[in-house]
């Protein structure tokens, strides 16, 4: 298509037929589409799609717009609202990372600290693009992916399938993590017998998917039998799925 053909699609397109295309993409692809033209640019810098970008990553956010601090929050118009909303979001995943970060010993964290960070998260009030956005990648640790799906899961109430499709869409579902777990020595006739040692290496979409004993560890932590939960990524070199009993 020449730049004549553009021109003229864009002189023959109703306003409203365009904005309802901008409004149904997501953020990337409003920035990608308003620099194709000045008129995409003018568009998509309008009230109508950033407005509605904003309502669905932040569906609780915006819910009284007649109150005085919504209105002084809308004075700069919805694209402001939403590059300041989003660089605060951004500050506050900083702190989740260098928490996890400062946590870790020997490249794995201990689960009382692993469940503060989760903690962490929801106290922040991150919601669940937002785990998307800055949990969910590729080149962060993996630990930092596991806290993002255990969180969506346990504290949002995120559906299953939302969060694989998440994971799949981040190309991170293979990522593998190890968890281990002592449990107290079971007695045998007046002696305890030696703690046992359980390990799992599963991938994250797996622990999505079907993991519940493991889930289930991380989410109660060290309690009752269980006197130590431990997670770290998985070595290349380990086998999906071990259990070692010592």
């Not at 409004?23 to 998509?44: H, I």
Request: hydrophobic share 40%.
């Amino acid at each position: 298509m020449n730049m004549h053909q553009s021109i003229s699609i864009q002189n023959s397109l109703p306003d409203d037929i365009a904005l309802k295309i901008a409004s149904s993409l997501q953020v990337s692809d409003v920035c990608s589409l308003g620099s194709c033209s000045r008129f995409w640019r003018e568009l998509c810098g309008s009230d109508y799609v950033w407005e509605a970008l904003c309502k669905e990553r932040w569906p609780g956010h915006f819910v009284d717009e007649n109150s005085s601090a919504s209105q002084s929050q809308f004075h700069e118009g919805w694209r402001s609202l939403y590059i300041s909303k989003h660089s605060e979001i951004s500050g506050k995943a900083d702190l989740v990372t260098n928490f996890v970060e400062r946590a870790l010993a020997y490249e794995s964290i201990e689960v009382g600290n692993y469940l503060k960070a989760i903690e962490l998260l929801n106290s922040l009030q991150f919601g669940f693009k937002d785990v998307q956005i800055f949990l969910l990648k590729p080149k962060l640790n993996v630990l930092l992916n596991l806290a993002g799906l255990h969180y969506c899961i346990f504290w949002l109430g995120i559906p299953v399938e939302y969060v694989i499709e998440a994971l799949d869409s981040s190309q991170i579902s293979e990522r593998q993590v190890c968890v281990q777990w002592w449990k107290l020595g079971r007695w045998f006739y007046g002696f305890r017998l030696r703690d046992e040692v359980h390990s799992r290496n599963v991938s994250l979409g797996d622990l999505a998917a079907s993991n519940e004993e493991v889930l289930g560890v991380l989410h109660r932590g060290a309690i009752h039998e269980v006197i130590r939960v431990q997670i770290s990524a998985a070595k290349p070199s380990g086998t999906s799925w071990s259990h070692q009993v010592a």
